[in-house]
């Protein structure tokens, strides 16, 4: 964090309120929320959905409890398909 910060001087307010008790927060979301269970899309869909719900998605997690594949920082062309049990990384209020 401190190196980032110390190359971009914008990002001292991300990390604030990421770090402060009353800021924003990571929560894993329902792939539901976003998109019909097992519909290819790609992950700029994803990202244009939570933007609109005021969130920021960052990334996904496939799988069940034991078996998770997490994905950070998809790219926005990269195709996906989420099934019921998925779920969305965002940054979020609530």
Do not use: H, W
């Amino acid at each position: 964090m401190i190196a980032q910060v110390a190359s971009n001087r914008a990002l001292a307010g991300v990390f604030d309120d990421l770090f402060d008790s009353g800021g924003a927060e990571i929560y894993l979301k329902p792939a539901t929320r976003y998109l019909k269970p097992d519909t290819r899309t790609s992950f700029a869909t994803i990202l244009a959905i939570a933007k609109e719900r005021g969130e920021v998605a960052i990334g996904y997690a496939k799988g069940n409890v034991g078996d998770v594949v997490t994905r950070i920082n998809p790219r926005k062309n990269e195709e996906v398909v989420l099934s019921g049990s998925d779920r969305v990384i965002v940054i979020a209020d609530c």
